[in-house]
Nanobody, 123 residues
Framework: VQLQASGGGLVQAGGSLRLSCAAS????????MGWFRQAPGKEREFVAA????????YYRDSVKGRFTISRDNAKNTVSLQMNSLKPEDTAAYYC?????????????????WGPGTQVTVSS
């Protein structure tokens, strides 16, 4: 599967962005999907994940209440709505497909990654 994230950009603190991840080559519907981010000089970190049917969502503590992950299996897309953005949210954001090995909140559990989309939040 090929994943392509889009929707990043420059926004002021308190603003919103919506990231989208489109898949080609294979359906995403049987897979847990996740979003990760990586700031310069830092390790890639878990942001959010969503279950196969979309019923369950998981978030890192720092984004709970501000970010919402969703999926549209008919369109083969996964989205991340980001509200009340903070400068510390600045990073490259990646969507990924969970491979079923290991835990969903670590990068090692994911077997397909798209190129990142840059999110920059100015203070």
């Amino acid at each position: 599967v090929q994943l392509q994230a889009s929707g990043g950009g420059l926004v002021q603190a308190g603003g919103s962005l919506r990231l989208s991840c489109a898949a080609s080559g294979r359906t995403l519907s049987p897979y847990v999907m996740g979003w990760f981010r990586q700031a310069p000089g830092k390790e890639r970190e878990f942001v959010a994940a969503i279950s196969v049917g979309g019923v369950n969502q998981y978030y890192r503590d720092s984004v709970k209440g501000r970010f919402t992950i969703s999926r549209d299996n008919a369109k083969n897309t996964v989205s991340l709505q980001m509200n009340s953005l903070k400068p510390e949210d600045t990073a490259a954001y990646y969507c990924a497909r969970y491979g079923g090995v290991g835990v969903y909140y670590t990068p090692g559990g994911y077997d397909s990654w798209g190129p990142g989309t840059q999110v920059t939040v100015s203070s």
